[in-house]
């Protein structure tokens, strides 16, 4: 059983994302809380997603994606990147945060934290599926946080 957890004051696991961290809105990330990282981690990755973009867009549409957070961070605040952290190529060809847009209804975003046993040696042209081939074997915990956005 994982103690590591994931968590937003913004919304609840599972309720809707508020409207203005939508890309067509505000566009910044929202609050994030890490609670339970276990000793031995070296960095966390966090990534955000759509699964739901399959239908619409053929495959699962990466949001964010962040590498080498220092282990002792407890928080992402609202707008921001945790220090020293690399950020990734997202779904929208670009570095950085791209918040929720569906194009057909309501989707489901998956919010996911993993804590490593190591840091990851990747250019910030990194996608996603890189950065889960460099995980690989490195996972010590890992926690989901959902919320759903409609445009």
Known sequence: MSDLKLK????????PIPDK???TEEN????LEFVGIPEGAKSLVFLMDDPDAVEPAGK?????VVWNI???TTEISEGSVPTGSTEGKTD???????????????????FRLYALETELDLP????KGDLE???????LEEAELTGTYAP
């Open 8 to 15: 937003s004051p913004a919304f609840s696991d599972g309720e």
């Open 21 to 23: 961290y939508g890309l």
């Open 28 to 31: 910044v990330n929202p609050p």
């Open 60 to 64: 699962v549409w990466d949001h964010w």
């Open 70 to 72: 220092d282990p002792d």
């Open 92 to 110: 929208f060809g670009e570095t950085g945060y791209g918040g929720p847009n569906p194009p057909d209804g309501k989707h489901t975003y998956r």
């Open 124 to 127: 910030d042209t990194a996608t």
């Open 133 to 139: 081939e460099a995980m690989e074997g490195e996972i």
